[in-house]
Nanobody, 121 residues
Framework: VQLQASGGGLVQAGDSLRLSCAAS????????VGWFRQTPGKEREFVAG????????QYAEVLKGRFTISRDIAKNTVYLQMNSLKPEDTAVYYC???????????????WGQGTQVTVSS
């Protein structure tokens, strides 16, 4: 199982970023994929998830309207479009693969290495 997250960086408040999570072909071909984030001293928190067909998405309530998750099945890649970024969005963002084809909160099994997002005020 291999996941490669990319797209993080340093941006200013109000800017946008798009994160990518590339999965090996055998990974996530039939699984839901999601994004999490973590800041030092805090637990990793769920950001968004998408079913393997892309027809069902879930978001952390506080992020709805600013973040959008999508996937390109042909490219085995999941994206997280982040708009109107705020300093509190600063975190390491991780992508993860669920054991199931739908977003099961207890099913996150495989994790990528994370990509740093820093939002300056």
């Amino acid at each position: 199982v291999q996941l490669q997250a990319s797209g993080g960086g340093l941006v200013q408040a109000g800017d946008s970023l798009r994160l990518s999570c590339a999965a090996s072909k055998r990974t996530a071909s039939n699984n839901a994929v999601g994004w999490f984030r973590q800041t030092p001293g805090k637990e990793r928190e769920f950001v968004a998830g998408i079913s393997w067909r892309g027809g069902s998405t879930q978001y952390a309530e506080v992020l709805k309207g600013r973040f959008t998750i999508s996937r390109d099945i042909a490219k085995n890649t999941v994206y997280l479009q982040m708009n109107s970024l705020k300093p509190e969005d600063t975190a390491v963002y991780y992508c993860a693969v669920n054991r199931f084809s739908y977003v099961n909160p207890q099913g996150w099994a495989y994790w990528g290495q994370g990509t740093q997002v820093t939002v300056s005020s």
